[in-house]
């Protein structure tokens, strides 16, 4: 059965930082890995995807990256502001199983002023 | 493009009563999904539907059902509401859920209290 895991559960940096969210995953066999940004009290808003065969993408001050072999994903955030506080989630979508996804519990970050 | 709607956003029930909750995506997307998220559970997957006509269990099916009305639209019924059943409810969406060139948007999510 697929695990997410991402450490750490929570982080906290001043303003301005760049800082970096690790997700792993224990099985490599995926179509693709997703990065989720969610609000107290929202539902997951998309940040980005990288899909089986790629190995970053980017937008804007994100960066995530994809080693499918080693069961690592990690999203680079740059120049940390207070509005990127929030909770990221990465997901998995599997290739062995109907291509349902599996989610981590999430990094709660917060960015302070 | 409204993307994902829900409905309704809170709901309150009394233990034994039922209720639907409602979704409609916009976007044409084939599969939709539907889950729970609890604190130190995550995000757990109820039911889907990969495609119109067909619904599949997920991983904590138990005390719910679900219907896939038409291509836009599929809803989860709770039969006999129970206290572990108190969870938020979100509904997810994509073109094709076996192409890896697709991403999953969701709902904003119906937070449901069983007392």
């Known amino acids: 059965k697929q695990e997410v895991t991402q450490i750490p559960a929570a982080l906290s940096v001043p303003e301005g930082e760049n800082l970096v969210l690790n997700c792993s995953f224990t099985?490599?066999?995926?179509?693709?890995l997703q990065w989720f940004r969610q609000d107290p009290g929202k539902g997951l808003t998309s940040l980005l995807l990288?899909?089986?065969?790629?190995r970053e993408q980017t937008s804007g001050r994100l960066n995530a990256s994809l080693d499918k072999s080693s069961g690592r994903s990690t999203l680079y955030i740059a120049a940390s502001q207070p509005g990127d506080s929030a909770t990221y989630l990465c997901?998995?979508?599997?290739?062995?199983?109907?291509?349902?996804?599996?989610f981590g519990d999430g990094t709660t970050l917060t960015v302070k002023p | 493009n409204a993307g994902v709607t829900q409905t309704p956003k809170f709901q309150v029930l009394k233990t034994g009563q039922s209720m639907t909750l409602q979704c409609a995506q916009d976007?044409?997307?084939?599969?939709m999904y539907w889950y729970r998220q609890d604190p130190g559970m995550g995000l757990r997957l109820i039911y889907y539907?990969?495609?119109?006509?067909?619904?599949d269990k997920g991983e904590v099916p138990n005390g719910y059902n679900v219907s896939r009305l038409n291509k836009r639209e599929f809803s989860l019924r709770l039969e006999s509401a129970a206290p572990s059943q108190t969870s938020v409810y979100f509904c997810?969406?994509?073109?094709?859920?076996?192409?890896?060139?697709?991403?999953?948007?969701f709902g904003p999510g119906t937070r449901l209290t069983v007392t």
């Open positions: 539907s990969a495609s119109e006509g067909t619904t």
């Open positions: 976007m044409n997307h084939n599969s």
């Open positions: 997810a969406s994509t073109q094709n859920e076996r192409d890896s060139s697709y991403e999953q948007y």
């Open positions: 099985d490599s066999a995926i179509y693709n």
């Open positions: 997901a998995v979508r599997e290739s062995t199983n109907a291509g349902k996804s599996t």
């Open positions: 990288i899909q089986s065969s790629q």
